[in-house]
């Protein structure tokens, strides 16, 4: 139930990680059109004179109706032999009203699929990049299965009650120590209750039991960890060999022969860079758990050890008494016969 919710979680950071950027709706700008019938005018806007009327001084001046802009004798500013009054002033400000088409047009929107960077690398990495993909689901799921079973695993440690135990067993209350170590979620004290309800039969052999199983436990998908840090390389390398094919099938053919091996190329180099990357990934926290499973086991040990020191320490010791209770035989009647 835990490694299935662990993959779900895993597959739902991928898919997360993978979503294209959402970029906002660019909305076109209006068309400039001729303004209302009545409507006021903008502020910053040149105002309007009645035909006939003289020219402002810093106005711009318009060219007579029926006149093209163009046409000879008109000049930018106005029709040649103009009065400058119709010039602008210095310091006046000048405006200039643009066309539509000199306004700049929107980007087009790219794709957010075609955008994505992994989405991108992983369509030029090739077909074995599927293979690569499921490997790295798998890489994934286990390192999160193990973080949260060692984290759980930390909170479950119990050295006080270890300590309890021993004390204990050093005083001869060997029933006490069984209650202690009953329904205890620390690996080392359930091989310590095992030990001692089998302590009549073969304390060693029960002790050896527990621990093998709590090992066990600890060193869960450790080999999977290991295929994987082996099998992502090769399967790096195997996408460079194909992609290294790919380019040079096409070199016969000039018109595409150079996006051929420039494509071939990328996917070689797309490959190994995934395949190095999940060996990586998985190597660090697979050296790290074998690292953990090894301290268990010395913990492991050690209790074992300690526990089988301390019963037979008990043991040999209530013989002593008991023999030291035990009356004294009869010294045998010595006679003689005549």
Known sequence: MKTLLTLCLSFLALSAFAQPPQRPAQQPPPPPGPPAAGAPAQPGAPAQQPPGAPAQPGAPIQPPAGVPPGAPGMSPAGPVGASPAGAAAPGATVTATLSPAATAAPTPEVSGWSSNFIIDNFRKGGPIMWPILLVSIVALTVVIERI????????????KRIEKVFTAIEVGDVAEASRLSRDSRDPVLRMMWNGLNHQHASLQGALQVAAGIEIKRAGRFLVVM?????LAPLLGLLGTVTGLIRSFRFLGNEELAIQAVTGGIAE?????????????????????FTSRVSNLEFELQTGATNLEVMLEAQSKERREVAIGHAPSTPSSAK???I
Request: aromatic letters at 20%; glycine letters at 12%; proline letters at 5%.
């Open 226 to 230: 290991d295929t994987l840090v082996t």
């Open 335 to 337: 006679g003689s016969s």
């Open 148 to 159: 949260f079973w060692w984290g759980g695993r930390w909170f479950r440690r119990d050295p």
């Open 268 to 288: 070689a180099l797309i490959a190994t860079a995934c395949g190095l990357g999940i060996a990586i990934f998985s190597l660090i926290p697979f050296n790290f």
